[in-house]
């Protein structure tokens, strides 16, 4: 690719940028007729001096430096993309702190190697692991009075359709669900409060979106015309799936009202298209709306049905079963063609659709479809109150919690900053309404987006974060495979600030920010958090039940309880490793050489590996995590007989 100065955005015009753009990253991405006019240019446009801050301080003191030892003042919950974990970022600053692991195995961690966590990633019978893939999108915490309780935040991976919830005390994955008769798990979001019970004001379920429509039940049929996908319930503590929802189309990213009451998704295929000529096909798509309480009535009343082998009550929220506004379950919101995200304001009013394929974002008042559901409001449609031209690709919305939306547009590499209740106005008739505030480069063609506390009642709107999905000059190059690039904006002021680009592995998607006193991280395990702890060194010992074996011991630095154990060729061993050190930040690991073994107990942890001893001799099992002046001296023999 040539390296063009003009890349650096000084003097691009929008249209000089939009070419080269085109040229570089999205050959056979055909756009069709979605040229955006510009009827609203921005205030101060694109041409106008791009806002990069030139050094690390700036007007408004928001800033990604922390001197060293200064604390981050927020947490990031980034998807890990293809290593199927969830990182842990701390903000401004974008230091890593913590990737969790959660769908493919971690050696660090011992995940998907040692019994407990293999417990959690599902096994086959033989006891080896079902899946060692995993590509996660979405990341997303529970609630309490509409902003985050610090119990818990979910991802998905849409390969195998699972959802995995962490717990936000141990920061650890603690359960995994895979939904039953879903390919193509898209977009979650956890419920903000019960629609039914005023007193759950917290989150007790999570929506799941299916993407790809599947014959149902599974049985390879070829017509893609009889396909359909299905939106899942999973409970959020149980982490059960509680029920589906049959649908046409097929649903991508998810948000919830606050109200309890309304969970959306965008539809891109409402076509039902096997080929994406069919799918963007029709001008206009939808948004999907699910009335939670009647959904639950309806599984209540067994107005359902199973498919296959699957347990799981799915009801009826195709179109057919849904005409009579009284009674219906989904209702289906008109948005132009091939929406891509959908997000509620922080005012509790508004669901927003991003275009994609149209230069549009569309603006749904949540009050609207409720009078639709209620048989008050005829047209569904008049319960979108804007519609308006924002630029080329819009994919996904952040807020400030000052009425202003920041909307990603992969096609044009920028974020757009607009005024909700300006659009609104401008929609209604008032063309003098300037709803386009702000307009800033990104490097280069953005998906995510998201601002501090942004989809939460306390959206406090300092700084955005964006998923750029091509670096392509901005860092050394390494390669065909170049970083993507996080890109850190102040969003304070009138105009975005870009603070800092972060190099990442792909392929990330979607992200949180949140205060850092919503949560309260415990650094040390409790013994009693597991059942097979050694809560004494003298409980140690090799232990044998024919060819099974249990080896128990525990760790202080600098030693384990046995310095030495002995175990037979072909032995079924089980070996349960407990850390007695309490001290935080004292970590042990455990590594058996040629046992494909390497695990590590945190403070008070306990875990266990299972394997099959191999060839006589004798294995040096040393401690993995430095712990010590002695860390080295860590070890003891694993002696094999014959
Ligand atoms: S969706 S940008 Cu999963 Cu937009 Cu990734
Ligand atoms: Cu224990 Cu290193
Ligand atoms: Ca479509």
């Known amino acids: ?161 699972r959802i995995a919830r962490i717990r936000l005390d141990y920061f650890i994955c603690d359960k995994i669900t895979q939904l039953p008769n879903v390919q193509g798990f898209h977009g979650i979001f956890p419920d903000k409060r019960d629609p039914v019970d005023p007193a759950i004001n917290y989150t007790t379920r999570v929506f799941c979106g299916g993407e790809f429509g599947i014959p149902l039940p599974n049985a390879g049929i070829e017509d893609a015309d009889t396909y359909r996908s299905l939106f899942s319930c999973v409970d959020a503590e149980t982490m059960e799936v509680r029920w589906q929802v049959l649908i046409d189309g097929n649903c991508d990213l998810v948000a919830t009202s606050y109200d309890g009451k309304l969970a959306a998704s965008n539809q891109y295929n409402t076509e039902m298209g096997a080929k994406y000529e069919d799918m963007m096909s029709a001008e206009r798509d939808a948004c999907i709306f699910f009335n939670i309480a009647r959904i639950e009535e309806a599984v209540k009343a067994g107005k359902f049905k199973t498919i296959g082998s699957s347990k799981v009550p799915v009801v009826d929220g195709t179109h057919a079963a849904n005409k009579d506004p009284k009674t219906a379950l989904t209702a289906h919101v008109s948005v132009p063609k091939n929406p891509h995200g959908v997000n509620a304001s922080p005012d509790q009013k508004y669901f927003i659709c991003a275009g994609k394929l149209s230069p549009t974002a569309t603006v749904i008042e949540l009050a609207k479809v409720l009078e639709w559901f209620d048989g008050t409001r005829e047209d569904l449609d008049s319960s979108i109150v804007a519609e308006v031209e924002i630029g080329l690709g819009p994919l996904h919305t952040a807020f400030d919690g000052r009425g202003n939306a920041y909307t990603t547009l992969f096609l044009d590499s920028q974020i757009v900053k607009w005024n909700v209740d300006a659009a609104i106005k401008f929609h209604a008739g008032d063309k003098n309404a300037k709803y386009v505030v702000d307009r800033l480069d990104v490097q280069y063609q953005p998906g995510h987006i998201n601002g501090s506390q942004s989809e939460t009642v306390a959206a406090d709107g300092k700084y955005l974060a964006v998923g750029c999905k091509f670096s392509k000059d901005r860092f050394l190059p390494v390669g065909p495979l170049h970083a993507e690039n996080e890109q850190i904006i102040d969003m304070s002021g009138e105009k975005m600030v870009l603070l800092a680009d972060h190099p990442v592995r792909g392929e990330p998607h979607d992200f949180i920010i949140f205060k850092r006193d919503l949560v309260k991280p415990k650094q040390v395990y409790d013994l009693d958090d597991f059942p097979n702890a050694i809560k004494d060194p003298k409980e140690s010992g090799v232990f044998r039940n024919g060819k099974k074996v249990t080896v128990k011991m525990t760790s202080q630095a600098p030693a384990f309880s046995l310095r030495e154990f002995k175990v037979k060729k072909g032995d079924e061993v089980t070996l349960i490793l407990t850390n007695l050190d309490k001290i935080e930040d004292l970590t042990h690991g455990f590594a058996i050489p040629n046992h494909d073994v390497n695990f590590i107990v945190n403070p008070l942890e306990t875990a266990s590996v299972t394997f099959t001893a191999g060839e006589p001799g004798v294995y040096w099992c040393y401690c993995t995590h430095f712990c010590h002046a002695l860390h080295l001296e860590m070890r003891t023999r694993m002696i094999v007989e014959a």
Request: net charge neutral; glycine share 12%; charged share 20%.
């Open 1 to 161: 690719m040539k390296n063009d100065s003009t890349l650096s955005g000084n003097d691009t015009t929008a249209w000089g940028r939009r070419r080269f753009l085109n040229t570089a990253a999205l050959t056979g991405l055909t756009l069709g007729a979605a040229a955006c006019t510009d009827k609203q240019p921005a205030a101060s446009g694109p041409t106008a001096a791009p806002a990069v801050a030139s050094n690390a301080a700036h007007a408004s003191g928001n800033d990604t430096h922390l001197k060293p030892g200064e604390l981050d003042t927020y947490y990031g919950l980034w998807s890990g993309g293809h290593t199927g974990d969830m990182r842990v970022l701390g903000l401004p600053s974008g230091r890593e702190l913590l990737r969790i692991p959660c769908f493919v195995p971690d050696a660090l961690v011992g995940w998907g190697h040692t019994n407990e966590s293999k417990a959690i990633m599902g096994t086959k019978p033989n006891g080896a692991l079902r899946y060692t893939v995993g590509d996660t999108h979405h990341t997303h915490a529970s609630y309490k009075d509409g902003n985050y309780d610090g119990r818990y935040a979910w991802i998905n991976d849409k390969i195998n359709s």
